[in-house]
């Protein structure tokens, strides 16, 4: 019973272990990706604290255990505190499924057999409000939860707004990404700090699909 329940495992924490193998079967994309990993992880204007943040937001979105696994323990070693691993969390909630929301205008279109070649235009977001309508308990239960993840608590809402544009890079909602760009221009955010957010967004999105390549050579030498 203990061997079948092994190799049925398909993540077990050990299996990161076998990323080096990776590095020996593709070894300059391999060094090229870790370069690059290091420099988006650094500390720059954003505090390397605030970057493991959202790089767990991030982890998150893309459903990584192992980079979760990591960069909790990276932000623990960054002195983040649970409360704040807690409130980036439920950011990445709150804009994952704010992306399914958002892209809801665009079902709103087609169903009424859009004649527009335009699939995105910043104007369609504003039909959003007629899911109120249509679903208004449902609509009215989501924005309450919205807000309350985004508003501030132990992170500031500059903090979860930089933490909130990352992860609308990682779902690539357009129209999050202009929403939350704004709100975190709004709240004090400079360009550097926004641009070091979405290429937190992208080390961790692609680490995902390294991360992963461990389980690829497990199934590969089963």
Known sequence: MTVAQNVDSLYKKSNINRISELGQLAPEA?????????KALAEGKLTAKLKELIAIA?????????CIDIHVTDAKKQEA??????????VATALKAGSALAHGVNAL???????????YKATYFKRLAEF??????????????????????KL?????ELIAVAI???????????????AAKKAGSSLEEIAEAIFVAVALKAGSALAHGVNALNAYTE
Do not use: R, W
């Not at 991030?58 to 192992?66: R, S």
């Not at 990682?170 to 760009?181: R, S």
């Open 58 to 66: 991030v982890a998150h979105v893309t459903g990584c255990p192992y």
């Open 156 to 160: 500031s809402v500059k903090e979860k």
């Open 109 to 119: 279109n087609s169903f009424d057999g859009q004649e527009n070649d335009e699939l």
């Open 30 to 38: 391999f060094k090229a990706f870790f370069n690059f990993n290091g």
């Open 168 to 182: 609308a890079h990682t779902t690539g909602c357009p129209y999050c990404i202009d929403l939350h760009t704004k």
């Open 132 to 153: 109120s309508k249509l679903n208004g308990d449902a609509f009215k239960a989501f924005i309450d939860f919205d807000q309350q993840a985004l508003k501030a608590g």
């Open 81 to 90: 505190t649970k409360e704040e691993m807690a409130e980036a969390v439920l």
